[in-house]
């Protein structure tokens, strides 16, 4: 049964810095993208950043010199590293993993910048 478990929300003033992190496990195929969706109150789900096996990034333009995704093939976690917070980037930040077959989500992570 394949898991994605993701920690590290939590408040924050506007201008600070927090990082999250999503530690997948129970595939047993190779997680190939691996990326960081967000949705705030009201709004559709949207893609802030993702990070393909070999490392190749793609990022929201709003987000771009701000947020960093990385990850950790061994340990199959991936991590957004959030500096220069807002409030706009309050939302619940979901983990996504896609396997050649399949894609899973996390259960989310609440980021909340206050200003």
């Known amino acids: 049964q394949v898991q994605l478990v993701e920690s590290g929300g939590g408040l924050v003033q506007a201008g600070g810095s927090r990082r999250i992190s999503c530690a997948a496990s129970g595939s047993r195929f190779r997680f190939n993208a691996m990326g960081w969706y967000r949705q705030a109150p009201g709004e559709s789900r949207e893609l802030v950043a993702a990070?393909?096996?070999?490392?190749?990034?793609t990022y929201r333009g709003s987000v771009k010199g701000r947020l960093t995704i990385s990850r950790d093939n061994a340990k199959n976690t991936v991590y957004l590293q959030m500096n220069s917070l807002k409030p706009e980037d309050t939302a619940v930040y979901y983990c996504?993993?896609?396997?050649?077959?399949?894609?899973?989500w996390g259960q989310g992570t609440q980021v909340t910048v206050s200003s």
């Open positions: 996504n993993a896609s396997t050649e077959l399949v894609g899973y």
């Open positions: 990070i393909t096996h070999g490392g190749t990034t």
